[in-house]
């Protein structure tokens, strides 16, 4: 877990961002299954994605999906970070996800990753993603593998 807010205790985070079949809400223990779903579906992709090197989501569980959902719905409560689910309009299939972390990086305010389960979806899900961004209140987030390699 993160140790600490990124944003004002008084700061209410965007509930949801609406895209074209598409929207952004916030990612709960109650989503584990299609969320499991779409991150195996998008697997390959995944690797390495927030961390250079790294292998998740080789060898992910159901069971450690849920454990993973439950640290990011917490934090989101808290404001330590920020993660919000990607689910068509009749929330039947979960089509990737974004996070919203703390930066080490006294440069930026936050880190943003995304992945949609299609890649070609990307460019939608990265404009609506920014636009809910610019909700928050932060001077500059940096966009690891998007915008800075």
Not at 5 to 15: E, H, Q
Not at 96 to 109: E, K, M, Q, R, T
Not at 137 to 142: D, L, N
Request: glycine share 6%; with cysteine.
């Amino acid at each position: 877990m993160y140790n600490r807010r990124i944003v004002p205790k008084d700061f209410t985070p965007p509930a949801r961002a609406d895209g074209a079949g598409f929207h952004l809400r916030m990612l709960t223990i109650h989503d584990v299954i299609k969320d499991f779903d779409a991150v195996i579906a998008a697997a390959p992709r995944l690797r390495g994605l927030m961390e250079p090197g790294a292998t998740w989501p080789d060898g992910l569980t159901l069971e450690e999906n849920l454990i993973d959902l439950a640290w990011h719905q917490r934090e989101f409560t808290i404001g330590h970070s920020f993660a919000y689910t990607v689910m068509n309009d009749d929330e039947t299939r979960c089509l990737g996800c974004c996070y919203l972390n703390p930066s080490d990086d006294p440069a930026f305010d936050a880190v943003a990753f995304y992945w949609a389960r299609d890649a070609a979806m990307e460019p939608a899900l990265a404009a609506v993603f920014r636009s809910l961004i610019a909700q928050f209140p932060w001077a500059k987030v940096a966009f690891p593998g998007r915008d800075q390699t």
